[in-house]
């Protein structure tokens, strides 16, 4: 019954779209707005009189609003990860070991740790099985840099192109430290400006000068300049009085 529903509300809105001539709409509220409308002609519609029929048997709606998403209590795993509804989503490694609880909304998902939310992603969709932002976890893998070739999502740990032919790059000049000093590079990415790294790759790869840690960091974050100290002696009073007596000449 359910499906057969679905089934009619969802030709009833192809249709509508099909008399429409297109499927672009401004924003989301709008394309709601538009369902709404045609779940209540065609869907609706029809059984107003027997809902008006049944409106005065109808009881209170409860004092707190239906909750709108789904519940996870999650564990988060060794690898900063945690599953919420078949798929995988990655956390700030501070909460390793300890549960969570994740909120599923439609079309997002909140992670709260004790009652606190801390992290806030789009909800996957599709054939989409997990999201590894390399932000969660580039701290625990800079102390374990050995840990980045065995690490399973480690495709993405390149946020762009960029930084997937620097590391390539490092194998060619570096080559067992080469893992060493990607992940250092993306914890610089990371904890100052990704497009700062990003560009600075971009110009070094294009001069076809080899390149480390150290080199991309000068250029990042260069060194703040040392001021001078300035050792100014206290003034002599009595130059003042001498100013006075002579203008007193005048």
Not at 29 to 40: K, L, N, P, S, W
Not at 196 to 206: S, Y
């Amino acid at each position: 019954m359910v499906e057969q529903a679905h089934f009619r509300t969802k030709s009833a809105v192809e249709q509508a779209l099909l008399l429409r001539g297109h499927t672009d709409f401004v924003d989301e509220a709008t394309y709601e707005a538009f369902v709404r409308e045609v779940i209540d002609r065609k869907r609706n519609g029809p059984a107003a009189a027997r809902l008006a029929d049944e409106r005065p048997y109808l009881r209170p709606l409860p004092p707190a609003p239906v909750p709108n998403y789904t519940t996870f209590t999650c564990v988060v795993r060794r690898w900063s990860t945690i599953r919420v509804g078949k798929r995988t989503y990655s956390v700030p490694s501070r909460l390793l070991g300890h549960t969570v609880e994740a909120r599923q909304h439609p079309t997002t998902v909140d992670v709260l740790y004790r009652g606190q939310v801390i992290e806030t992603m789009p909800r996957l969709r599709g054939e989409a099985d997990h999201r590894i932002d390399y932000r969660h976890i580039i701290g625990s893998l800079v102390r374990k840099p050995g840990a980045f070739a065995r690490y399973r999502y480690r495709e993405e740990l390149f946020p762009s192109l960029t930084f997937r032919q620097a590391y390539d790059a490092l194998c060619l000049t570096h080559g067992e430290r080469a893992d060493i000093e990607y992940v250092r590079l993306l914890h610089l990415a990371a904890t100052t400006s990704e497009g700062h790294v990003d560009a600075t790759l971009t110009r070094l790869l294009l001069d076809a000068q080899p390149f480390d840690y150290a080199g991309v960091q000068a250029r990042v974050t260069p060194p703040t300049p040392r001021l001078p100290v300035l050792h100014l002696p206290l003034p002599d009073l009595a130059h003042y009085d001498a100013l006075l007596v002579g203008g007193g000449r005048c």
